[in-house]
C-alpha cells in the first residue's frame, strides 16, 4: 500500500539559511499535519491543512510556513533557520470523514540538520 | 504542560515478560491511537480506538479505551525483543491531535 512520502530525507543548512520540506500524502488522503521532533521528545504538532486550506496551527514559528497544493502535497518552508530547528519533521496524512478525522499515518521523516 | 501523560517513561524488561503502558489525561477525546516507533522513522500507527471502554487486540498487544474517553492502555503479553521501541499514546480532541509523553520499551532477550 502506498505510504506519505516525505523529501528530502535528510538536510544539513548552516544557520540563517532557508529549508523547504515537501510531504506527499496517501492517495484520496486529504489532510496533511507537520510534526517537530527534537531529541528524546514527542513529536510537536507544527501545523494542518484540509482541502488546501489551513485547519489547525500549533507551535509553529512565524519563521515558518506552509501550504497544500491542489494535488494535495504539502511543503514546508522554513527561514532564517537556527541551530534549535535541528530535528526530525514528521509529515501525516489522514482522510477527514464527516466531523471526525480519522487516523493519521506518518512518514519516516525529514531530519534537518542547522550547523 | 503535558495533555497527555504517559507511564512509565521508560521500561526495560526480559523477554517472556508482560508489561502494560498508560495513557492519562484530564480531557475526553474522540478518538485515541497508539503508535510504535523506531529511532530516526515515523511513527507507525497499531490502534485506533473510538468508544469508550473499546478492548481491541492485536496478537500479543491489547489496548483498551478507558470509559470516560480520557485514558487509555496497551497490554503487551510475552514481550519480544522485537517490541522494543518507542510507544506514543495519541488524543483527537477535535480540534486538535495531541501525542503522549512515550515510552521507551527495551526487551532484552
Known amino acids: 500500500a502506498a505510504g506519505v512520502i516525505q523529501s528530502p530525507r535528510h538536510l544539513i543548512k548552516e544557520k540563517r539559511e532557508t529549508a523547504t520540506l515537501k510531504c506527499y500524502p496517501i492517495?484520496?488522503?486529504?489532510?496533511v499535519y507537520w510534526y517537530q521532533q527534537g531529541p528524546g521528545q514527542d513529536p510537536q504538532f507544527l501545523i494542518s491543512?484540509?482541502?488546501?486550506?489551513?485547519?489547525d496551527k500549533g507551535s509553529i514559528p512565524d519563521r515558518f510556513s506552509a501550504q497544500q497544493f491542489s494535488d494535495y502535497h504539502s511543503e514546508l518552508n522554513m527561514s532564517s533557520l537556527e541551530l534549535g530547528d535541528s530535528a526530525l519533521y514528521f509529515c501525516?496524512?489522514?482522510?477527514?470523514?464527516?466531523?471526525?478525522?480519522?487516523?493519521?499515518?506518518f512518514g519516516p521523516g525529514t531530519r534537518l540538520t542547522v550547523l | 504542560t503535558q495533555l497527555l501523560e504517559q507511564s512509565p517513561q521508560f521500561l526495560s524488561i526480559q523477554e517472556g515478560e508482560n508489561l502494560t503502558v498508560y495513557c492519562n489525561s484530564s480531557?475526553?477525546?474522540?478518538?485515541l491511537q497508539w503508535y510504535r516507533q523506531e529511532p530516526g522513522e515515523g511513527p507507525v500507527l497499531l490502534v485506533t480506538?473510538?468508544?469508550?471502554?473499546e478492548v481491541k487486540k492485536l496478537k500479543r498487544l491489547t489496548f483498551q479505551f478507558g470509559d470516560a474517553r480520557k485514558d487509555s492502555s496497551l497490554h503487551i503479553t510475552a514481550a519480544q525483543p522485537g517490541d522494543t521501541g518507542l510507544y506514543l499514546c495519541?488524543?483527537?480532541?477535535?480540534?486538535?491531535?495531541?501525542f503522549g509523553t512515550g515510552t521507551s520499551l527495551t526487551v532484552i532477550p
Open positions: 501525516a496524512s489522514s482522510q477527514w470523514r464527516g466531523r471526525a478525522r480519522n487516523e493519521q499515518f
Open positions: 492517495p484520496r488522503h486529504d489532510t
Open positions: 491543512f484540509y482541502e488546501k486550506m489551513q485547519s
Open positions: 480531557s475526553v477525546f474522540s478518538s
Open positions: 480506538v473510538v468508544t469508550g471502554g
Open positions: 495519541a488524543g483527537d480532541t477535535g480540534n486538535q491531535f495531541y
